[in-house]
């Protein structure tokens, strides 16, 4: 039985970060060559708290990652919204995620996340210290350009830079100049930028994020609670919210913040809000590392054009760059060569599966924000109504929707379901199937042999038999 014919693309990754690295640990599975371009000079621990669920975990269990990330998380039932004068508002219960999924709903600190994923991937495979500056395209495949004037070969190029990516910029570049050159030799072009890409990001929250030391437990004492104890705290005489959230496991305190020196100003104007868990932010601010405390700019935005001749975009938002990156590894899986119509097929693929769950995870991200933050008349009344007084049945068939989405590596055996909702359907990978049929094929032509050869030890003691009876016999 012939299997489909298999391309092994050189594949550049630009930015080390959720996305990039979780494409990395699944090309290496599929032994598809690739190297990890990240600008950050060394590895920095930053960021603050992060929560992943059935929709991704379901993929961290089938790559056998699922302990090692349970090991660094607390399990979260509940997150609280309290006014600036610490009075609750309303609860949102996440239980019945575990119910329709199978897997528990988690929270950890940001810098554990990347540490797991990096550790699984070969130190040889990633350069630290690379800007990438420019993208080009070479008549044997594609090239970057370094900030330090190097310059690296490859067939794709995959951007999983952030939301400022430069490899997007390089991307929409190289359209233009391709279009301006189609007008000129045909007076037209197939070539379309949709004008909301090139649109400016609209940035509804900037926060300051940040893992505070080792904190005292008798000073906190949900520090000492089995379960994260996420508490939101909404700003209604200022423009400020605060998300506190208590890790009892490693006691670790996480608080939002700024960069060191620019942070200051924000640093003292937050510094006497009182926080649920006790005492003020500007103590929990204090308590954290300063060059642990970073600035991140909650962009939200889906852009129309994921990809353009040999290079295809993945990312932002950790969950969706870590969902983008296993529906990638599979288009890749299925390559048949390195031609420019095979790659655009793939990447068409790509967009194709999961530019609805995009659109949807962006839509449920801002409105989780408006909920969680919002400080605007509207926004008050929408998170009242939604949380207050929205039936529970709505609710729970909204987060059941939502559940089904759990894409896992179609190259690879697929973890059964745990939960009472089915996930999704996912398309089959052509290769991998034909691979299973090939692979079942000669398992049953060993069986069969294994027969016959049972089959001719028969038939030679039936004839031995036979030989030993014929004398007596006769
Ligand atoms: C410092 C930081 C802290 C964060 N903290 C939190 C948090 O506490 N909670 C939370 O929920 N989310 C946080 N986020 C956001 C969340 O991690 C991202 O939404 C998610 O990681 C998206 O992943 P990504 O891989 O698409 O992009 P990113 O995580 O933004 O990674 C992009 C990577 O590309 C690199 N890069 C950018 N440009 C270039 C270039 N030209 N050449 C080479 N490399 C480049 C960047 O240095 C970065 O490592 C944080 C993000 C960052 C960057």
Known sequence: MSLPPRAYPRVIIVGGGLGGLMLAILLDKMGVPYHIFERAPKVKPLGALMSLNGNILALFDQLGMLEDIMKVSLVSLNSSLYTEKLEKITEIDVRSHYEYTGYKFLMFPRPDLFTILLNRIPPDRISFGKRVLLTKRQSSGVQIVCSDNT????????????????????????????????????????????????????????????????MDPDKYPVLRHPNTQLHHIIGESTPYSVKDQAEAKEQRFMNSEWGPEANEKLIEIVHDFPVTFGGKLGEIIDSTPKNGISKVMLEEKLFETWYHGSIVLIGDGAMSAMQDAVILANCIYDLENLRPESLTAAFRDYKEQRYTHAKRQIFNSRLNAKLSSGQTRTERLVRHVVLNLLPRSIQNKQFSKDAAYRPQCTFLPRVPDKGTISSLPQKPSRRYQAELRAAAAAAASVDETRRDSKLDLYCASSMRSDACLVPKRG
């Open 151 to 214: 310059c690296y070969e490859g067939d794709i190029i995959v951007g999983a830079d952030g939301a400022y990516s430069a490899v997007r910029h390089n991307m929409f570049r190289e359209m233009r100049e391709q279009q301006e050159q189609e007008v000129l030799y045909s007076g037209g072009s197939s070539i379309v930028i949709p004008p909301s890409d090139t649109k400016d990001f609209e940035i509804p929250y900037l926060c300051m994020v940040g893992v505070t030391k080792s």
